[in-house]
């Protein structure tokens, strides 16, 4: 089994999708510990509503394009759309950050994501979640990594969240 991490965001009935999301997961994968869900200001996004994020930790015996197809089709299944613009509302965003200490590129997928060290919605959830772990690539904890990161206009805070399957 391996350590698999993945964003989970949402601005569109995002309580309704993060619990589904968080419901799916919980239901196909073992060992599924989430961080809390902060509410975070849109990164790049022209004209947007906030978004809920968090990340979600578990193990699974699946390969990378396994799981990336299962993220996708949660995600269709929640009614996001292949082909959308990029920075457009989503009712749903799963994203793998991790899958063990994979990293380059694996069934299309690139890991790390990018993301963990450039976006506060997915780096303060993932040091609070996994603070002593090391970033695959950097090879610094993400706790290391949060308390040097700089978050500009990326503002977020958490949020009372209430999830238990």
């Given at each position: 089994?391996?350590?698999?991490?993945?964003?989970?965001?949402?601005?569109?009935?995002?309580?309704?999708?993060?619990?589904?999301?968080?419901?799916a997961l919980d239901a196909t994968f073992d060992n599924l510990v989430v961080s809390r869900v902060f509410e975070s200001v849109p990164v790049g996004f022209i004209d947007g509503?906030?978004?809920y994020n968090l990340v979600a930790v578990f193990d699974?015996?699946?390969s990378v394009g396994e799981l990336q197809a299962w993220c996708k089709r949660i995600e269709r299944e929640h009614g996001r759309r292949p082909g959308t613009p990029k920075f457009s509302p989503r009712t749903l965003d799963i994203d793998l950050l991790t899958v063990g200490s994979l990293t380059?590129?694996?069934?299309?997928?690139t890991l790390p994501r990018d993301e963990i060290l450039h976006h506060a919605f997915v780096l303060l959830p993932l040091a609070e979640l996994l603070p002593d772990t090391l970033h695959p690539v950097a090879g610094r904890s993400y706790a290391e990594l949060w308390a040097e990161f700089e978050a500009g206009d990326q503002r977020l805070w958490p949020i009372e969240f209430l999830w238990r399957s």
């Open positions: 089994m391996t350590r698999v991490s993945v964003s989970i965001g949402s601005n569109i009935e995002r309580e309704h999708h993060i619990t589904a999301c968080l419901e509503r906030n978004f699974s015996d699946w380059g590129e694996h069934d299309g997928v």
